[in-house]
């Protein structure tokens, strides 16, 4: 069905080819094919990938306290926005420490476009926390408090732009005989053009890269919504001067299918999750110019520690490996380790009409 949907849509084109934002929309978001959309395991031993907050509940436990505390300390209203909730696991480890240990009144709203992802998250959460669910950001009315979102914008749709014999091409996708393939096209779209002037990057030859102009229209929602207060943004990513690294030449736009890495994005659509690696320079760019200051950036380590993760660790000696003390330590010293799962992830944190101070200082 979605090859059939990607035939239409590619030869209705008036070139017979589509862009990679286009086959990533139709691939990733149709409302009946796309991959997020369906009702299908998608996070976790029985998906595509793994999320950091799948490892343990330690993660949104954390972050509710660091939340709990500026709340506290600088005034701002307990109102926490997460996009993209996936299936729930975040939501319910913050939700069941605000529960344990903080206890004031709470709004915790999801943004979430997916239906079976709404439905895992009413199963885990609705009996037991009051949430307010919502599909886009433009449903909400301005609000002070946090955004916060996990593996959000590495999942929107991207340009792919390539430098042969000198010459900029924008990659685009076509079919034939019902297979998908690659072709390029000389460069035009001004939007990529003016993304290339911003950010000032220049591709070496043979260089490929992603471009992510969905990126500027969320930013532009987020600060919409946010009146006041705190954006964070969990995300694997570069900076310009990471993207000009020789290993990155190729850029990195990939896909996922049962915890393997599938190099053609082109393969299994609307199976698999196709993901790149976002531009933080671009991100925090693109908040600036939209009224969300530039706070820090931290790897998800980093973060880990300042938010005051050491204080979770259990000071006591359990021998049993198979415990709940002893796995929550494992999954603590998991979380920071050098060599683990945060050291691929930044946090990008922003903030909108706040002093401009440290805000683990609290």
């Not at 993901?275 to 973060?303: M, N, V």
């Not at 300042?306 to 796995?327: C, R």
Request: net charge negative.
């Amino acid at each position: 069905m979605m090859l059939a949907y990607l035939k239409s849509l590619i030869t209705s084109s008036p070139t017979r080819l589509i862009s990679y934002a286009e086959y990533m929309d139709a691939v990733l978001y149709h409302p009946e094919f796309g991959y997020y959309m369906k009702n299908k395991q998608k996070i976790g031993s029985q998906g595509d990938f793994i999320t950091t907050s799948n490892i343990s509940d330690v993660y949104g436990r954390i972050i509710a306290k660091w939340f709990a505390s500026i709340c506290e300390k600088k005034g701002l209203e307990p109102i926490f926005c997460e996009i993209g909730a996936g299936n729930g696991r975040f939501a319910h480890a913050f939700l069941q420490e605000w529960e344990d240990s903080i206890k004031t009144p709470l709004n915790y709203i999801i943004v979430e476009s997916s239906p079976y992802h709404r439905k895992l998250q009413n199963e885990l959460l609705k009996f037991r926390y009051s949430i307010t669910q919502v599909c886009k950001l433009d449903e909400l009315e301005p609000f002070e408090g946090m955004v916060f979102s996990n593996e959000l914008f590495d999942a929107l749709p991207v340009h792919v732009i390539e430098k042969v014999n000198g010459q900029l091409f924008e990659m685009m996708v076509g079919i034939k005989n019902n297979s998908l393939y690659e072709d390029k096209v000389p460069l035009t779209n001004s939007s990529i053009l003016s993304f290339l002037e911003e950010t000032g990057f220049v591709l070496q030859e043979k260089q490929r890269i992603e471009v992510p102009l969905f990126m500027e229209g969320m930013v532009k929602d987020i600060s919409r919504v946010i009146a006041k207060g705190i954006v964070v943004t969990a995300d694997y990513g570069y900076t310009k001067e990471d993207w000009n690294h020789p290993s990155r030449i190729k850029g990195s736009l990939r896909g996922y299918y049962q915890h393997q890495m599938i190099h053609d994005v082109l393969e299994n659509p609307g199976e698999m999750d196709i993901t790149t690696h976002i531009h933080f320079d671009w991100l925090i760019q693109k908040g600036e110019q939209e009224g969300l200051k530039f706070h820090s950036k931290l790897r998800q380590d980093e973060f880990l520690l300042k938010a005051g993760i050491l204080k979770e660790l259990e000071n006591h000696y359990d021998p049993n490996p198979f415990s709940e003390v002893s796995k929550r330590n494992r999954a603590i010293r998991s979380l920071i380790m050098p060599s683990g799962m945060s050291s691929f992830f930044h946090l990008v944190i922003q903030q909108k009409e706040m002093p401009d101070d440290n805000l683990f200082e609290i």
